[in-house]
């Protein structure tokens, strides 16, 4: 996750800088990328991606009930279907941009696994509707939607195009705050889910050690009324020239690089920028963030405040009529039945030890967690872009879906 402040600290950032980075290309770089060259991945989406490595991509669309077009992207092969689901504000090219080698996508889909990835609706890739809505109304969306309306009908069509009964879900972050509010809101999808893997799951965030947290909570409903005010509903769009300076400060060994370290630090608590594969990191600093809607970002906001695991809060005169309570109903996790694999890290901002050690408590069907330990320095990003990826996460995860784990 990533909020608000990060967002002003990048555009402030990014006019001060984009010249001087402009000017400093000469300094000394290892030179992963080649900006003049229009096949770079800085450049290409998910589609192009996989297309380059030599996978062949199929786009498939599913309108949910509520009319969005939700576009998922299938690596097509004959072993089971395996569903994996990103982060907030970003998309399918989470589990692309580190290439073959340590992107989970292709791995799976080398293994013979029926790969289909996720796209939230409103990021980049997933913008449709089918009515011509006004802003205020398409983006009246959290991660709740996510999980009662795209994710329940992207299932249903794989399992139809499949011919399946059940499917893996893999989820990180807010992924698997869409997972868990599907199961639980539609508890007839446990039974399609044959694995679930949860990556640094978020549900309970009252002790996220974000620095910001604090002031950004506390003023939830000032910045709501002042996004409303000013008819923001989408924050992190996907940006040409954001990406660009982006995938320019985070290449290794340039003078710049420092602002890439101090972004990545201030946004996502990592330390240590070589935690991040170094190779390809201007590729995935490049690709992110994808979009989301500003009440997404609100109902984590009251998660943390409230301390519960929620539905949105309207305030009490609404709530009354929405939920006919004056408080949001929480998600009852006892419904969430499928078998699940839980891995979190010491380390992590976002998904920390005291909350996940809480939503396990909660949860009756959890087969193995996985903690990594504070000295292993493991941080948020890491669970899909981390330089160790392969043996912490991609190793175990091919085990767990081979039953071997
Ligand atoms: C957004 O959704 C809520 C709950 O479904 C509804 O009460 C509200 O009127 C909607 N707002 C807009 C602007 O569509
Ligand atoms: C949650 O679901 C369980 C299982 O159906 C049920 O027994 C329990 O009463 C529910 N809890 C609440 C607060 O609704
Ligand atoms: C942390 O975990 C690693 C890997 O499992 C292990 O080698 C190390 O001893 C652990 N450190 C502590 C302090 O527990």
């Not at 292709?106 to 939230?120: E, R």
């Not at 660009?244 to 972004?263: F, N, P, S, T």
């Not at 690709?287 to 929620?310: E, N």
């Not at 979190?344 to 408590?361: A, G, H, M, P, R």
């Amino acid at each position: 996750m990533n909020f608000g402040y990060a967002n002003v600290f990048r555009c402030v950032i990014f006019i001060f800088c984009f010249g001087y980075v402009q000017n400093r290309r000469k300094i000394k770089s290892n030179n992963y990328v080649d900006f003049k060259d229009p096949n770079s991945d800085v450049y290409l989406n998910s589609l192009q991606l996989i297309s380059k490595y030599g996978y062949t991509p199929e786009v498939q669309t599913v309108i949910t009930r509520d009319g969005y077009l939700v576009n998922a992207y299938r690596i097509p092969n004959s072993g089971p279907p395996v569903l994996l689901v990103h982060g907030i504000g970003d998309s399918s090219d989470s589990w692309l941009v580190l290439g073959p080698s340590r992107s989970l996508a292709y791995q799976l889909s080398d293994l013979g696994y029926d790969v289909w990835i996720y796209n939230a609706r409103g990021n980049k890739y997933s913008q449709g509707h089918i009515k011509n809505l006004r802003q205020k109304q398409y983006w009246n969306f959290t991660f709740e939607e996510m999980g009662t309306e795209d994710l329940p009908a992207l299932i249903d069509h794989i399992l139809l195009i499949t011919s399946q009964k059940q499917l893996s879900y893999i989820g990180f972050s807010q992924g698997t705050t869409n997972f868990l509010i599907m199961c639980s809101m539609r508890p007839e999808y446990n039974e399609k889910i044959k694995t679930a893997i949860l990556l640094a799951p978020v549900a309970w965030i009252s002790n996220i050690k974000y620095p910001f947290i604090d002031i950004l909570a506390t003023n939830i409903n000032l910045l709501q009324s002042f996004f409303n005010g000013i008819g923001v509903y989408d924050l992190f769009s996907d940006n040409v020239l954001i990406n660009l300076y982006h995938a320019k400060v985070c290449q290794d060994g340039v003078r710049a690089h420092i602002l890439c370290m101090l972004e990545f630090y201030i946004s996502y608590g990592i330390k240590n920028i070589k935690n991040l594969y170094p190779e390809k990191l201007p590729v995935l600093a490049s690709h992110i963030p994808a979009g989301v809607s500003t009440k997404t970002f609100i109902h984590y906001f009251q998660a943390y405040r409230s301390k519960r695991f929620q539905r949105f809060d309207y305030g009490s005169k609404t709530n009354q009529l929405v939920y006919t309570s004056p408080v949001p109903p929480t998600y009852n996790l006892s419904l969430v039945t499928a078998p699940l694999f839980v891995f979190n890290s010491d380390s992590d901002w976002f998904s920390t030890t005291v909350d996940v050690k809480n939503l396990i408590n909660k949860l009756p069907n959890i087969v193995k967690y996985v903690n990594f330990n504070e000295s292993l320095d493991f941080t948020h990003l890491e669970f899909v872009y981390g330089a160790r990826v392969n043996s912490f996460v991609n190793d175990e995860i091919k085990k767990i879906l081979d039953n071997r784990l």
